[in-house]
């Protein structure tokens, strides 16, 4: 049996007055999503434990099978997994984002989806200035980077970027145990940032800058049973974002590299469905995970949020649809959102979203079903990680 796992990171929203009223999941031209809930079953899940920030480290274990509230230590130790860096015991990994502030306000908790070569550059440049023995800091995709602090401060309360989008940042700042090294560093990054020719070259093409680093999400080094030993499973995780990557080697579950896999609208769908389609042909289980929902939501365009949507539908759902139905093997496929993304809020909340699973192969049936936010009229049905579970069991079986 082929289990596969379909996630649109963030796409679920409230209704928006420019589409109608309608979230963007109502609104988008989805007929692929809309015939799997037909063929299956269609709940509203609670991905995100009580308690706990509707994150989407917390919400994607969910969507694996885990519960967050056993295993969680914090975001960036994931994604330190992911990126194959090696945590001493004594060592706390801080998610470190390049941030656009103007005048004192999160312009951009991007920096304007910056590349992630002029990224590179910066994080170097940061390394040969700020970092030393125990401090490091660590290139990744875009705007996403890491530091490992050796001894350094896990308990703080720090707050996500994207999460006081065109807020004042003073307020939100980094609060509790050694909030001061924490800001200095913060603070000590403008420096390194203000003149420096990345940031100079982006301002004369009317680009956001990286202003400075924004620290949040950290955590000591953080384990997970594998998938092996669960359910007696192989397979593999594609996304182009290190915090899937990390859950996945974290689970002892492969997460190559996709080029031109990017996180937003231009990414590399047609690389992401080939290593899917790829790790199928030799394993029993995938995951494909797709960033750009959340990341239009994070903008606060509903237009946007709705257009890739589309292309997650078109693009990812209906070729791997299409493969397991022309393989003509047993297949379990799962539709899935890991969270809210409110284009009004751009920021997460932990409301219950969609999950549809159904069985194949189905043959030929043009049947549509709702596959949104009002499934169950609104109620959720349990922790999406409770099911995973029973289906993943049963696959095993």
């Given at each position: 049996?082929?289990?596969?796992?379909?996630?649109?990171?963030?796409?679920?929203?409230?209704?928006?007055?420019?589409?109608?009223?309608?979230?963007p999941?109502q609104?988008?031209?989805?007929?692929?999503?809309?015939?799997?809930?037909?063929?299956?079953?269609?709940?509203?899940?609670?991905?995100?434990?009580?308690?706990?920030?509707?994150?989407?480290?917390?919400?994607?274990?969910?969507?694996?099978?885990?519960?967050?509230?056993k295993?969680?230590?914090?975001?960036?130790?994931?994604?330190?997994?992911?990126?194959?860096?090696?945590?001493?015991?004594?060592?706390?990994?801080?998610?470190?984002?390049?941030?656009?502030?103007?005048?004192?306000v999160?312009?951009?908790?991007?920096?304007?989806?910056?590349?992630?070569?002029?990224?590179?550059?910066?994080?170097?440049?940061?390394?040969?200035?700020?970092?030393?023995?125990?401090?490091?800091?660590?290139?990744?995709?875009?705007?996403?980077?890491?530091?490992?602090?050796?001894?350094?401060?896990?308990?703080?309360?720090?707050?996500?970027?994207?999460?006081?989008?065109?807020?004042?940042?003073?307020?939100?700042?980094?609060?509790?145990?050694?909030q001061?090294?924490?800001?200095?560093?913060?603070?000590?990054?403008?420096?390194?940032?203000?003149?420096?020719?990345?940031?100079?070259?982006?301002?004369?093409?009317?680009?956001?800058?990286?202003?400075?680093?924004?620290?949040?999400?950290?955590?000591?080094?953080?384990?997970?049973?594998?998938?092996?030993?669960?359910?007696?499973?192989?397979?593999?995780?594609i996304?182009?974002?290190?915090?899937?990557?990390?859950?996945?080697?974290l689970?002892g579950?492969?997460?190559?590299?996709?080029?031109?896999?990017?996180?937003?609208?231009?990414?590399?769908?047609?690389?992401?469905?080939?290593?899917?389609?790829?790790?199928?042909?030799?394993?029993?289980?995938?995951?494909?995970?797709?960033?750009?929902?959340?990341?239009?939501?994070?903008?606060?365009?509903?237009?946007?949020?709705?257009?890739?949507?589309?292309?997650?539908?078109?693009?990812?759902?209906?070729?791997?649809?299409?493969?397991?139905?022309?393989?003509?093997?047993?297949?379990?496929?799962?539709?899935?959102?890991?969270?809210?993304?409110?284009?009004?809020?751009?920021?997460?909340?932990?409301?219950?979203?969609?999950?549809?699973?159904?069985?194949?192969?189905?043959?030929?049936t043009?049947?549509?079903?709702?596959?949104?936010?009002?499934?169950?009229?609104?109620?959720a049905?349990?922790?999406?990680?409770?099911?995973?579970?029973?289906?993943?069991?049963?696959?095993?079986?």
């Amino acid at each position: 049996m082929k289990v596969v796992v379909l996630v649109g990171d963030g796409m679920g929203d409230d209704p928006v007055d420019t589409l109608g009223g309608k979230t963007p999941l109502q609104a988008a031209n989805i007929p692929m999503i809309r015939k799997i809930a037909a063929a299956g079953e269609t709940r509203l899940v609670q991905t995100v434990p009580d308690g706990m920030p509707p994150g989407s480290d917390v919400a994607n274990m969910a969507l694996l099978g885990y519960d967050a509230a056993k295993n969680y230590t914090g975001r960036a130790p994931i994604e330190a997994a992911g990126a194959e860096i090696p945590m001493l015991p004594t060592d706390v990994a801080f998610r470190c984002n390049l941030v656009t502030v103007v005048d004192g306000v999160m312009d951009d908790y991007s920096a304007g989806h910056i590349t992630t070569e002029e990224g590179r550059v910066l994080v170097g440049s940061l390394q040969e200035k700020l970092g030393h023995e125990g401090l490091t800091f660590h290139p990744g995709v875009q705007y996403r980077h890491l530091l490992i602090w050796n001894g350094g401060p896990a308990t703080c309360e720090c707050i996500p970027p994207h999460e006081i989008s065109d807020k004042p940042v003073e307020g939100n700042l980094p609060a509790g145990d050694r909030q001061d090294e924490i800001r200095e560093l913060m603070e000590l990054s403008k420096a390194v940032f203000a003149d420096h020719p990345v940031n100079q070259k982006r301002i004369a093409e009317g680009k956001k800058p990286a202003t400075q680093i924004w620290l949040w999400g950290q955590g000591y080094a953080m384990q997970l049973e594998t998938y092996e030993s669960l359910y007696g499973l192989g397979g593999g995780v594609i996304s182009a974002v290190d915090l899937l990557k990390g859950i996945a080697k974290l689970a002892g579950l492969e997460a190559p590299d996709v080029v031109g896999a990017t996180g937003f609208l231009d990414t590399n769908y047609q690389g992401k469905v080939d290593a899917a389609l790829e790790i199928l042909e030799r394993e029993d289980f995938v995951f494909v995970h797709i960033e750009a929902p959340d990341e239009c939501g994070h903008m606060g365009d509903a237009q946007k949020k709705t257009q890739a949507i589309e292309e997650f539908d078109l693009r990812v759902v209906a070729p791997v649809f299409q493969w397991l139905e022309d393989a003509g093997e047993p297949y379990t496929l799962l539709l899935c959102t890991d969270h809210r993304t409110p284009v009004a809020l751009k920021g997460h909340t932990a409301e219950p979203v969609p999950m549809a699973v159904m069985t194949g192969p189905t043959g030929e049936t043009e049947a549509q079903a709702a596959f949104d936010e009002y499934v169950n009229e609104g109620n959720a049905q349990g922790m999406a990680c409770e099911w995973i579970q029973e289906i993943l069991n049963a696959s095993s079986e």
